[in-house]
């Protein structure tokens, strides 16, 4: 794990507050998180994102995000009071299969013919640990995603103008992206992006966070 970074208006020490750190490197998830104007650190968690065989994309993301999520806590110091750790991973799936981050602009094009005009599902999951009690919340939400059945010339002006070469789905759906999708099915708008803002903040006021109280 590297060094925890403070993000934000840092971290506040008051007793009523405890400390929130997320574990996660991803820019996105950072800037999905600062929308709630809360006080939050990063950490960057030492975990091995392979899939296990047999394993299915549920699974896969769900473990990974409490092995996120526990990697982080563990490393915490013994004074570090009471913390509470978000850990998050997505997995997206096509013809059952588990859809990685492209890298390159070759794979990107090749996911996004092969996705076009098909449907694919994201996993976004999401855990919450509570360092004083060792309890861990943690959900799967699902997305739907359907492209749009769109060129190859098209597919690639779009790869050229956003490089979401990072993003499972070769696409970015805060930005460009959206245009090469015709409908999302989700309970939560943010979860594609890859932090469920809904659900964890619905974990946040279960656990006591004063999310919604006077700062």
């Known amino acids: 794990m590297q060094d925890i970074s403070p993000t934000g208006r840092g971290i506040d020490l008051s007793p009523s507050r405890p400390a929130l750190i997320l574990a996660s490197s991803s820019r996105y998830r950072r800037e999905l998180l600062e929308r709630l104007c809360i ?91 509570d360092t004083a009690t060792g309890q861990t919340d943690t959900v799967d939400v699902v997305t739907k995603v359907r492209f749009r059945p769109l060129s190859d010339a098209k597919l690639d002006a779009y790869l050229r103008a956003e490089q979401p070469y990072d993003c499972a789905g070769s696409a970015k759906s805060e930005g460009l992206g959206i245009a090469l999708l015709e409908a999302i099915e989700s309970d939560d708008p943010t979860a594609l992006i890859g932090l469920p803002l809904i659900a964890l903040t619905r974990m946040l006021l279960e656990a006591g966070y004063p999310l919604l109280e006077a700062q």
Do not use: N, Y
Request: zero cysteines.
């Open 39 to 129: 006080p939050f650190d990063t950490a960057v968690p030492a975990v091995d994102e392979t899939p296990h065989a047999g394993e299915t994309p549920e699974a896969t993301a769900l473990r990974l995000a409490q092995a996120k999520a526990r990697a982080v806590a563990a490393a915490l110091p013994a004074a570090a009071g009471r913390t509470l750790v978000i850990g998050s991973d997505q997995v997206a799936t096509f013809d059952g299969k588990q859809i990685g981050k492209p890298g390159t602009h070759e794979r990107a094009l090749a996911q996004l013919q092969s996705m076009r005009g098909r449907e694919v599902l994201f996993h976004s999951a999401l855990s919450l640990l």
